[in-house]
């Protein structure tokens, strides 16, 4: 089996100003931040077994959200940035119900790993697309995911994306998002569009309709990344369980299975944004290394 193992120690500690705590919301976009001047000024090393590639600094435009039309009187948001001269396009599936927040300074403000990591996948030179909820959902369930009416709000959407760029389309997902992104993936495969997918928190729990080993794992011929917290809590995401669902993708074109360990204290449940699930700590390693991952896959 083809293993990665990300970052052991927590990244270091600003010295927090006497003034009152700003908001969770506000903390994350000020870390987001300051990861894109760093990467665009090239500092901010990450340790020596998980280097970043040198590359040009893209030029990023203000991202905005769009509300695409994807089926009979239902349209799609999607929250859309792109860079200059983009290496690919990662289109961001946002685990629990779906969704980034809304829009502000140009970023979108929930709190789900991806959606934290905008700033970090901009910054590698790539163009960055997150799938919202649908005008008629209020929230995407496992079993939502893995409908017909998900399948064609997706269908829409990739295209709608790839009218914008021709750069290699990614699909990456995170926790309940790695439903929706194997999900399509298996639908979509043979039409050529999509260059490979990133599933990071799997949802591996049978129990769940949708959840990884109990769709086709073997009828998948992409390029795949599994990513997963070694301490990750969640129950429907057991870390142990993931090798054998890794194993299972018997034809996939490329395949690597990479481990994060360490991060900053976890707070909130297990489930949440805020914990080892969410990669609390080790955002900006676990997105670097998903983006130099996609744009030249090894096993």
């Known amino acids: 089996m083809d293993q990665h193992v990300l970052g052991a120690a927590p990244p270091r500690q600003r010295a927090a100003p006497r003034r009152a705590a ?10 987001a931040w300051a990861g894109v001047l760093l990467a665009l000024m090239g500092a901010g090393a990450l340790p020596s077994h998980a280097q970043t590639q ?44 779906g969704g980034f927040g809304t829009v502000s300074q140009g970023l979108p403000s929930g709190g789900n790993f991806l959606v934290r990591s905008v700033p970090y996948f901009l910054a590698q030179g790539l163009n960055v697309a997150v799938l919202g909820r649908p005008s008629d ?9 893995i409908a017909p009416a998900h399948a064609r709000d997706v269908a829409q959407v990739i295209a709608w994306v790839q009218a914008r760029s021709a750069a290699p389309l990614w699909l990456v997902g995170t926790s309940r998002g790695t439903v929706s992104v194997l999900a399509v993936a298996l639908a979509r495969q043979a039409q050529g569009e999509i260059a490979g997918i990133v599933l990071s928190s799997s949802i591996l729990n049978s129990a769940k309709p ?28 057991p870390p142990q369980a993931l090798p054998a669902a890794f194993e299972a993708l018997t034809q996939a074109a490329v395949k690597k299975l990479m481990w994060v360990d360490g991060g900053r204290v976890p707070r909130g449940e297990a489930c949440g944004p805020w914990h080892h699930h969410g990669y609390v700590g080790q955002e900006r390693e676990t997105a670097e290394q998903i983006a130099q991952w996609l744009t030249a896959p090894t096993p």
């Open 22 to 31: 700003p908001s969770s919301a506000w903390r994350w976009r000020a870390w």
């Open 54 to 97: 040198a590359h040009p600094a893209p030029a990023v435009a203000p991202g905005a959200a769009f509300q695409v039309p994807t089926r009979e009187g239902v349209s799609t948001v999607v929250y859309w940035q792109a860079v200059d001269s983009a290496r690919a396009t990662v289109l961001l599936f946002p685990g629990g119900g």
């Open 137 to 145: 959902s209020a929230d995407l369930g496992y079993a939502d995911r």
């Open 210 to 237: 949708g959840a990884l080993p109990s769709q086709d794992l073997a009828s998948l011929r992409l390029p795949v990344l599994m990513v997963h917290h070694r301490q990750d809590a969640c129950g429907v995401c």
